[in-house]
C-alpha cells in the first residue's frame, strides 16, 4: 500500500527530525557504498592498456546513472512488493556475510591481480571476450556490477524508510556520492579504516530489519510489526486507513536509524578520543584505483 504524495510530503514534515535522521544515514551508507562500487570498477579496468581504461570507467560511470535513475523510477513498485524486503534482506546478509568471511580468511585485502583472476574466470567474461574483444568484455562486466550496484542503493535505502520520496533522496545521492563524494569518503575511510568494516555492520543490520519484515507481512497486527512497520499494513489488512493528519512513529525506523548512526559515529569518537580502534594514513592503493 503506497500512500500519495501530499500523505509522504505530511509524514515528512510531521517527522522532520525523524526524516533528517534517515537521510543522514542515507548519505553515509550510499556514500561508502559508491566508494566500495568505485574501488572495484576502477579494479576490473586495470588489464585494460592505460589510454583504454578512462574510457571504459566513463562508460562504466554512465551506465552506473542509466541504471541507478531506472532503480529511482522503479523503486515504488519494488517496495509495494512484500517479497522484495525479505529477499533483499537476504541478498544484504549474504554481501555483509561474503565480506566478513573473505576477512576473516585473508585479513587484507584483495590484490589486484586476484581481483582480475576472479573476472576473467566470471561466466560472462569468458563468453563475451571472443566476440566483442577485451574492452568490450570490460565494459560489459563493467555494467552488470552497475546493474547490481544499483539494486543494492534501492534495498538499503528502503530498509530506512517506506516513505518513496526518501527513497528517492536516497538513490539519488548514490548518483551524486559516484561523482562528487566518493573521493571525499575514500579519504575518509584512509584515516578511520575500521569505517569499511563499520559500514558492512551497518548493512548487515539493514539485512536483519528487511528480512525479518517477512513476519510485518503474515502478522502485520502483532506487537512485533507494529514497532517495525507502524500501523498502516494492519490497518490496510482490516480494511480500514490512517485518519486524515495522522502520521504515528515508525520506532523500527528509529531503532535502525539510531543504531546506524552509533555504529558509524561511536567507533569514530572513540578513535579521535583514545586512538581505539587505531587510526591513521591507511593505504593509498584504493585511492589509485578511484583515479
Known sequence: MIESFHELIAQIANKPLGALSVVANLIIIESLLSVDNAAVLATMV???????????????????????????LFAALLISIWWVKPLGGFYLLWLAGRYFFRKAQQRK??????ELREKKQSWLYQ????????????????????????????????AYSRNIILIWVGVFIGILAMRFVAQSFVKLMERYPFLEAC???VIALLGIKLTLAG???????????????????????????????????VWGDVLTSGL????FFIPVLSS?????????????DQEERLR
Open 215 to 249: 513476519i510485518s507481512h503474515f502478522q502485520p497486527c502483532s506487537r512485533f510489526a507494529l514497532f517495525m512497520e507502524g500501523p498502516i499494513d494492519c490497518l490496510a489488512s482490516q480494511g480500514k486507513s490512517l485518519p486524515t493528519g495522522e502520521h504515528p512513529q
Open 127 to 158: 563468453k563475451t571476450l571472443g566476440v566483442l574483444g577485451p574492452f568490450w568484455a570490460t565494459v560489459a562486466m563493467v555494467e552488470l556490477m552497475d546493474i547490481a550496484f544499483s539494486i543494492d542503493n534501492v534495498i538499503a535505502a528502503n
Open 109 to 114: 585485502l584483495q590484490t589486484p591481480d586476484e
Open 272 to 284: 579521535i578520543l583514545f586512538n581505539w580502534p587505531h587510526h591513521g594514513k591507511g593505504s593509498r
Open 199 to 201: 559500514a558492512y555492520c
Open 46 to 72: 586495470l588489464d585494460l592498456p592505460k589510454d583504454q581504461r578512462p574510457k571504459a570507467l566513463r562508460y562504466g560511470l554512465l551506465g552506473a546513472y542509466v541504471f541507478r535513475g531506472i532503480a529511482l
Open 260 to 263: 546506524s548512526l552509533a555504529i
